[in-house]
């Protein structure tokens, strides 16, 4: 019988990584000197290629774990980049994901295996290939998924305080934030629990710590409430 099959072409399936951390400083980018040709020692995005036994799913979360230990962490499928000549050596196809991870929880020890690093998402290296609209079109997912989804809080540690919280919406937002208003709107939403610890690392007054309550939101969610995350702007 005529394996039909055969008359097609095979292409490589690659899977890259966006991957999104979070310090008091801003959003960060977690980026690889990629250590084999063409373009080696430049600056990279995790990725890898698909296995025969894996799905996309667990393949992209396989090549997140082996970067920073880590499971069980936001993962979202982006975009497919399969322009022709996008690879010089191979006809590849890259799926590209996005992950927004603890950056204090990652393994510090397989970072410096993989020679990794954390850039400021707005003072990035030149990346090799297309990665730079991958991030491009990370960030622009990121923006739209924190406008009404609470997937700011995957970048967070359990307890954090206001002003943490605002420094990051306005990292993902890249724009100023009035901090009444910014407080006012989130409270306001309530599904965050006040703690009655304090952080004192950075005022003598300290900041209050927070949690955000899964429960509250689902069941505002279940009950139709409409709950919008992106913070009015300056």
């Excluded at 920073?68 to 499928?77: A, H, M, P, R």
Aim: some cysteine.
């Amino acid at each position: 019988m005529k394996n039909h099959y055969e008359e097609h072409d095979r292409i490589l399936v690659a899977l890259d990584c966006i991957i999104f951390g979070f310090d008091r400083s801003g959003l960060k980018l977690l980026l690889i000197k990629r250590d084999f040709e063409p373009e080696k020692g430049n600056w990279s995005l995790m990725g890898g290629f698909l296995k025969r036994e894996e799905s996309l799913d667990e393949a992209a979360d396989r090549i997140l774990h082996k970067l920073t230990g880590l499971k069980n962490v936001y993962l979202e499928q982006l975009y497919g980049f399969g322009e022709v000549d996008r690879d010089p050596v191979e006809r590849t196809v890259s799926i590209a994901y996005y992950a927004l991870i603890n950056i204090q929880e990652h393994d510090k020890e397989l970072m410096d295996k993989y020679g990794a690093r954390w850039f400021p998402i707005n003072e990035l290296p030149d990346l090799i290939f297309d990665h730079p609209q991958m991030v491009e079109a990370a960030k622009s997912r990121l923006q739209y998924r924190a406008s009404h989804e609470p997937v700011g809080f995957e970048l967070l540690p359990e307890k954090f305080t206001m002003p943490e919280l605002q420094i990051l919406y306005e990292a993902i937002y890249e724009t100023e934030l009035d901090k009444r208003n910014f407080r006012r709107r989130i409270l306001s939403m309530d599904v965050l629990v006040k703690t009655d610890e304090k952080q004192k690392k950075y005022s003598k007054k300290g900041a209050y710590f927070y949690k955000f309550n899964e429960e509250k939101y689902r069941a505002k969610i279940n009950n139709g409430d409409n709950l919008v995350f992106k913070p009015i702007k300056l």
